[in-house]
């Protein structure tokens, strides 16, 4: 399954040292992005994937002496579609919806 919000291990292109720390360089459909190793395969959002603009993710590569646009061309072939099924969504009945309560 692909996880549309989280950092999952089969994302994670390569490990870069940035001053002593561990940063991974992760790919999505939308491009490459720096993220931590605690944040890999925990179910949960990644801030790095989605709170932080691609541009300042890509600013903080070139500082670590990384080709953004090469690395997602190299790795392209890593990224996963999302496939949407129509027929696997519940058709809803817009009678009944209507006098919901919210």
């Known amino acids: 399954m692909v996880n549309r919000y989280g950092t999952t291990s089969d994302m994670i292109i390569r490990e870069v040292d940035d001053n002593g720390t561990t940063r991974l360089v992760a790919i999505d459909s939308e491009g490459v992005y720096l ?3 605690h944040r890999v395969d925990s179910q949960l959002a990644d801030i790095h994937r989605y709170g ?3 541009a300042e993710s890509y600013r903080q ?3 670590l002496g990384l080709d953004p646009h090469e690395l997602f061309s ?3 072939h890593l990224v996963k ?3 949407f ?3 696997a969504v519940k058709a809803v009945n817009p009678l009944k919806a209507s006098k ?3």
Do not use: F, G, N, Y
């Open 85 to 87: 099924d129509a027929a």
């Open 35 to 37: 993220t931590t190793p």
């Open 52 to 54: 932080i603009s691609r």
């Open 100 to 102: 919901r309560k919210l």
């Open 74 to 76: 190299d790795h392209r």
């Open 61 to 63: 590569m070139q500082d």
């Open 81 to 83: 579609e999302v496939v």
